[in-house]
């Protein structure tokens, strides 16, 4: 891992997790400052997991969740997470999440959480792909909490149509600090970019983006290893995305996160609006 000072963006970003607790199971969570029209998805469920993740102990490990955005979020108002202890097992946890927003759900999830279990292995092969050289990164990539390079992005320079698979590495913008519940949930966070563009790529030229009407609906996460001991956010991941089909004003879309030497770490999918005007 290359030691760096982290943007002040992910700076942002990671002070943005650490939630004010309000009650045993009741958080306040904050946005970014100079954040405008709605939320991002990808940081309404990175808090809703860490919210999660501080009603349990630190032997169960996150590894799945299953969500649904339910209303825009409003960037000039802090958001109350409340987490319902649904059930503590021998092995699994499960938490239910609920972010609200002036008086109202705006995104629900529910979160299950295991200890550390060895058994069967088995995983898809990595798509034979290695990270760019940071030579190549232009300044202005260099900015947001993510460093993103699609490797696809010539062919995307033209509005014509295209096979509905993508492939995007990822690393966070700097070192980020051995917590690992700061590590899932900044996966969490970068999980949700790039899914629903993925279904939109076999009608490039058959409509303007401005003119289509498209939101996140739902989003599963799965986490096949644990952070920092098999992943760290501040490496760089590949994010593998194809989308089976879209139909009825959604497309469906599914990802796999690869570290460099070709571990899958996580696997997602995500069900997206996607409506003309």
Known sequence: MTQTTASSRLSELIALLDLERIEKNLFRAYHPTERTGRLYGGQIMAQAMMAAIRTVTDDRLPHSLHGYFLRPGDPSVPALIDVERIRDGRSFTTRRVVVIQHGQAIFNMDASFQILESGLEHQDEMPAMVPPPE?????????????????????????????????????????????????ACLLVYESDNALLSTARLPHRGSFRREQMQMASLDHAMWFHHPALADWRVDDWLLYALDSPSSAAARGYNRGEIFTEDGRLIASTMQEGLMRKR
Not at 153 to 170: D, L, N, V
Not at 172 to 177: A, D, F, K, L
């Open 135 to 183: 030579s190549k990164i232009p300044r202005e990539l260099k900015e947001p909490p993510f460093l993103e390079w699609r490797m696809e992005h010539k062919a995307f320079q033209e509005e014509s149509p295209q096979q509905p698979r993508q492939h995007i590495w990822f690393r966070c913008n700097g070192t980020v600090p051995d917590d690992r519940a700061v590590h």
